[in-house]
């Protein structure tokens, strides 16, 4: 008889696992509790606008490749991927030598901008890419496909070796220091660290393979938006049996024996089940769905704890096109540091905040009616900030009225005749985010090398997958959390990637 699995949640993760326990025999039960599936790889459509809710970048193509291919699937079957060119384009704040830049992924195309930015640069760059590069492949082979707490393995001397090798308690700020001099440069090479929720003064030198990922594979784009990579994996799973649930809020992880045996819902109806994994919001999950003695990382653990921001989000309709904006566009403040400290030490509304613009009909003009744009706007805020309605509609005219300088747009107001704003608050009801953060644990040096397990260590068969637990934050790592679940059900001890299920 085949083991029935339930996953809390339809994010990337849960998706990813789903697929992986389908395909090997197992008889999966998805449970979302919002309308659609994919957690916060959200869409919605309003006056002939499609926005993607959250993830926007399509990075680590490899890491996708390997997942699609252990399921024996061609991603290119599943998948439209364009590469964008630029891959990115830089507003300097206040900056009249070089106000804005592009980003090509190809060192060529970037060289001579870096030359520019820091006159001599060539052989620094590139010996920093190819060691970073050198860097990411051996994370992936031994350490990022491996299951902390798995074995005694990852105690053997050659293992502690390639991991020192990776600078872990060095952070990315004096790491970088040491590399190059221009602050532009630096600012540019420390951007990723964004998709990590992390202060490049707190984050671990290791995390320099964001740069291999960045210039040396470049930043892709899947045609319909992010959406389509989770249409891709529910249709995966549905060719391997999964069932899907949505609209139904889960209550309750029923233990028996110290074992999870199911799950209640919102509504009283009980599912019973074999297996359980959770890819809701690890705080949720512990604090919420467990009872006290049964909860690995309680509330004390989460007081302690260092979260990515927030976000203030502003979703706009435009009635024209804006030419000065790229695929992906970030603005970066003049006081760099200052507005790390107003997301992570002195936690504030930034006053010259950093934001990102995402403009999708760069490259997809089909959504949005023709001769428009619609433009993602996304500004990182503290978590955790009592923030009211009057305080939100206050930053974003401040957003707005930096646009209008940034960008050259001082009637952009006048150009939006569509708009949806999404915060805190937002996150919080829609994904039980603790404190509204809209990714999770940053990735601190202690949240790196101790990050919570996929299992629960007080309750049989319960089992974690997502941003919350090992490796962390972002679409592709949540792919690989997937994996590592799988291997850890399958109780595989391999650290490299699967070649088969």
């Known amino acids: 008889m085949k083991k029935k699995v339930i996953i809390i949640g339809s994010g990337i993760g849960g998706l990813g696992s789903a697929a992986l326990l389908s395909k090997a025999g197992y008889e999966v039960n998805v449970i979302e509790k919002n309308a659609n599936l994919g957690g916060r790889a959200n869409i919605f459509k309003a006056e002939g606008y499609t926005f993607d809710m959250g993830p926007s970048w399509y990075l680590m193509p490899d890491v996708f490749e390997q997942y699609f291919k252990l399921l024996d699937e061609n991603i290119s079957d599943h998948l439209d991927l364009i590469k964008l060119s630029p891959s990115y384009r830089v507003f300097f704040s206040n900056d009249k030598e070089l106000p804005v830049v592009d980003i090509h992924s190809d060192l060529e195309k970037d060289l001579p901008l870096f030359e520019t930015l820091e006159p001599g640069v060539t052989p620094k760059i590139t010996a920093y890419l190819k060691k970073s590069g050198a860097q990411y492949e051996m994370a992936k082979d031994t ?255 401040k957003i707005l009225n930096l646009m209008k300088t940034d960008l050259n747009l001082p009637k952009i107001e006048d150009y939006i005749v569509y708009e949806r704003s999404y915060w805190g608050d937002d996150f919080k009801k829609d994904y039980n985010a603790y404190k509204g953060t809209a990714l999770g644990l940053a990735h601190t040096l202690k949240q790196t090398l101790k990050r919570p397990l996929n299992y629960s260590k007080k309750v049989k068969n319960l089992y974690y997958v997502g941003a919350s637990t090992s490796p962390g934050i972002g679409m592709p790592i949540c792919l690989i959390s997937a994996e590592l679940v799988y291997k850890r059900i399958q109780k595989i001890k391999t650290a490299k990637p699967l070649e088969s299920l």
Request: proline share 7%.
């Open 143 to 397: 350490f990022m496909y491996r299951n902390l707490g798995f074995s005694m393995e990852f105690l053997k001397w050659k293992v502690i070796k390639k991991g020192i090798e990776l600078n872990p308690f060095q952070t990315m700020q004096s790491y970088l220091n040491k590399w190059f001099k221009s602050d532009r440069l630096k600012k540019i090479l420390e951007y990723t660290l964004v998709f990590l929720g992390s202060d490049p003064a707190k984050t671990p030198a290791m995390y320099n393979i964001m740069n291999a990922i960045d210039f040396n594979m470049g930043v892709y784009y899947p045609k319909g938006g992010i959406y389509e990579i989770v249409k891709a994996l529910v249709n995966i799973n549905k060719k391997h049996g999964t069932q899907f649930i949505t609209h139904a809020p889960v209550a309750k992880i029923l233990i028996e024996n110290k074992h999870a045996v199911g799950v209640q819902l919102e509504d009283g109806a009980v599912l019973k089940a074999d297996l359980i994994i959770s890819n809701a919001d690890l705080w949720f999950t512990e604090t919420k769905l467990l009872e006290k003695r049964y909860q690995t990382y309680p509330e004390q653990y989460w007081e302690k704890a260092v979260l990515s921001p927030s976000a203030f989000i502003m979703y706009l309709g435009l009635d024209r096109q804006i030419d000065l904006l790229s695929h992906h566009n970030l603005r970066f403040g003049a006081d760099w540091k200052q507005n790390f400290k107003e997301l992570f030490d002195t936690p504030q509304l930034p006053d010259d905040p950093s934001y990102y613009i995402c403009k999708p009909t760069e490259t997809d003009p089909e959504l949005s009616p023709p001769g428009t744009d619609n433009l993602f706007v996304l500004v990182p805020i503290p978590p955790g900030l009592n923030l009211t309605e009057a305080d939100m509609s206050g930053y974003r005219k």
